[in-house]
């Protein structure tokens, strides 16, 4: 009886996963609005002049998305004047994952002073929705006469050591693609992390 139970959770747990896709360019961007951990509610429609954005999964707590913050903070300076702010949302459920509650993360955007809102996903609706799998993982999503569309989807850069100077930068040539009128050469790349924790 207990083996037909347990074979009936892994079961339930496979199916629930396999529902959920990640996102791929081309695709449409889901529209949000979520708390920014100065208790303001954030979406697409705060930055009307903006040309797109830069869709960041991450937390507090995974060690490659802290190794990865101070980067993640440097495109959120440099990508906004191009019209690419970053929205960066944590995707772990808090009570998977304390590190990562809504007061641990005020704590730490205050604490590195975040050019750019750190929105909490209640129910991991939006990370659902997008499909996200690890921490970091990213979303470039522009505003294109079809909407919103994802054309860029992955990492940060090509540096998995975290130490290569001469990395590959993937979203500021993204980016720079794009406000050439031009889509990005490299459109996908896998996604380097933790995985997301999420709640059964």
Known sequence: MRKYLLLLLMSAAISSSAQIKTLVVGQSAPFFTLR??????????????????????????????????????????????????VLAVNPNDADISSGDSFAKMQARAKDKNYPFPYLYDAGQRVTNMYGATKTPQLFIAQKTKKGLIIQYTGAIDDDQELENPGRTKYVERAVAALNANKL????????????????D
């Open 36 to 85: 920014n951990v100065d208790n303001k509610l954030i979406s697409f429609n705060s930055y009307p002049k903006a040309k797109g954005f830069i869709i960041v999964f991450t937390c507090n707590t995974c060690p490659v998305a802290k190794a990865y913050e101070q980067r993640i903070i440097e495109l959120g300076k440099k990508m906004a004047p191009l019209g690419y702010p």
């Open 184 to 199: 990005p050469a490299i459109k996908a790349t896998k996604a380097i992390g933790c995985s997301v924790k999420r709640a």
